[in-house]
């Protein structure tokens, strides 16, 4: 089902973005951005606190809009690869929850090229005492 662009907010939490790309259970939200150029969330229509808290048909709707997402901003953008992931909980870096797959195209030119999700955590001062 897919809708013109325009802007959507949760109800019960206040999330809420420019859809960019929609079909029946999930929204791709994007906002202007200045650094991470493409950049965007993929957020169920229906609140959920976390990606554990979402159904099969969900599960489903957001695989379908990822795929849609990669092409559309490989279309626009070419970048040549992509950061995806989510965040749980406030310990994990979750701000606003609602549940919301990052979807974060990479380009060979930035200064942090090459460097993945993994990266920040593996740096020495995020070493756990024990």
Not at 32 to 60: C, K, M, N, Y
Request: charged share 20%; with cysteine.
């Amino acid at each position: 089902m897919p809708e013109a662009p325009g802007t959507w907010r949760c109800p019960k939490c206040g999330m809420a973005g420019r859809v960019t790309l929609a079909n029946e259970l999930c929204l791709f939200l994007q906002e202007p951005q200045r650094v991470l150029v493409g950049s965007g969330l993929i957020v169920p229509r229906a609140h959920r606190p976390t990606l554990f808290d979402l159904d099969a048909d969900e599960w489903a709707a957001t695989h379908s809009l990822l795929r849609q997402a990669r092409e559309l901003l490989d279309g626009l953008h070419r970048p040549q690869g992509y950061n995806v992931g989510w965040n749980v909980g406030a310990t994990a870096g979750q701000e606003i929850f609602h549940a919301h797959l990052h979807v974060i195209p990479r380009f060979e030119d930035e200064p942090l090229a090459g460097k993945g999700i993994r990266y920040w955590l593996k740096q020495p001062g995020n070493a756990r005492p024990g």
